[in-house]
């Protein structure tokens, strides 16, 4: 199993500063967004890949899920889970998302947040993730936008000043890894273009739902930064149905 | 009806001679992605919105269609149309298709080719398009991709020494008009972002059927500039049929 940059000390003490976080979903600038995409879990069966700290598997149970099976690479991300989001019907499971198996229609509602940019073979993933729910079941995800993984740094184009002058786009159609610093370490994760993670979803079967570049909410608009996030998108939202799609 | 840039005689001699005019389809980088998004046209009624020289109409008229109509602001356009590509079963009509109207279930098919970047209110246009459209029917359009709208000026930003760097993006979420720089002329085009594209499509009850930014096909890689368009995205392929589409 792959080493993960969640387990290490230094790296996740700092992730452990951030508002999402400290607020769970409250402090995700995209949740809002994110929720309305969410189908109804009443007995579902719901599967979290890249679970993290567990805030989005204690949303589904909280909501009437009848399963939640969280999965995450970090020991560290599941036990600090087990701490914050235990629940009865809550499973977690320390896995890599790409060697995950499970029976045909395992589950009715597939859930990853901002996590498939560290898959390197995202078709591969969806093929699974089409065997494991049930026809109609939905997949919601979340990742970091193609404009903001591209150029690979992550990171605004300064002037001579120090001041931002606009975000660079390159190497779009150029696939793969990419290095970038978040919370000052070095990280990667898989830069892909829209088309790949669009029709990667309707030539596997999916109905799309609902696709959303999310904005700030209004009431953050203030926190440092905010409003340069009205600038270039930074996460893409996806919502899609298993099947019933009709013909090109 | 609004002025037209492609009324201009300077700017229409130029667009004349762009590949793409002088060669039409063959000459069109994006033609062989577009070309497979498109369905059966036999017996179908299509309708081209911003048909310029008509090359899309004839294609239509080739395959099949039981009746094409071409419509575009330029009285210019339509002219060339007229002369490069008049085929039974095709009428060009000059007209803003902002201003359009038809009865409902009009038309089978409706394609588009790099216009609706030039519409200020696409909600509108496409709530007009789902009407004239049959349940079923399809909407084949491409516009210029978000990313090469959002900054403005269309162009890459440079070194010192006249070097491509990357390309710029800004004010994203920021939609409305830019004046960009097209063969030498000021343009107003609109910027739009990705969630206005595909989202309106979807929350109209179309069902998105391809989603595909095309890249230069091989055999025109060598041609100047060609192999910086894979730093970038320019254009953005959707494909879509009205209705059917299962719940969110």
């Known amino acids: 199993m792959g080493e993960n940059r969640y387990d290490d000390e230094v790296f996740f003490q700092k992730y452990g500063g951030m508002l999402r ?6 402090g995700a600038g995209e949740w809002p967004a994110l929720e309305k995409l969410l189908p109804d879990f009443s007995g579902q069966r719901v599967l979290d890949l890249g679970c993290g700290y567990g805030w989005h598997c204690r949303y589904g149970a909280d909501h009437g899920a009848a399963s939640v099976l969280g999965v995450d690479l970090s020991e560290r ?7 914050l989001n235990s629940a009865p019907g809550i499973t977690y499971r320390r896995a890599a998302m790409e060697e995950l198996d499970f029976p045909e229609d395992s589950f009715d509602i597939v859930l990853s947040s ?3 940019h560290y898959i390197r073979d995202f078709p591969r993933l969806i093929g699974g993730i089409s065997r494991w729910l049930r026809m109609g079941g939905a997949l919601v995800f ?3 936008h193609p404009v903001f993984t591209a150029y690979g ?7 001579e000043d120090g001041e931002i002058l606009h975000f660079p786009v390159d190497r779009y159609y150029i696939e793969g890894e990419r290095e970038a610093v978040f919370l000052g370490e070095r990280v990667t994760k898989y830069h892909r273009t829209l088309t790949t993670y ?7 079967g999916f109905a799309l739902s609902r696709v959303v570049e999310p904005q700030p909410p209004e009431e953050m ?3 440092p930064g905010m409003r340069d996030e009205l600038r270039r998108p930074m996460m893409l939202l996806v ?3 298993k099947g019933q799609r009709p013909g090109v």
């Open 21 to 26: 976080s400290r607020k769970g979903l409250a």
């Open 77 to 83: 991300m599941l036990n600090r889970a087990a701490e």
């Open 114 to 116: 901002l996590a498939f």
């Open 142 to 144: 979340s990742v970091e």
């Open 153 to 159: 740094s992550q990171d605004w184009y300064y002037g």
């Open 198 to 204: 669009l029709d990667t979803l309707l030539r596997a």
């Open 221 to 223: 608009m203030e926190l």
């Open 239 to 241: 919502s899609a149905r």
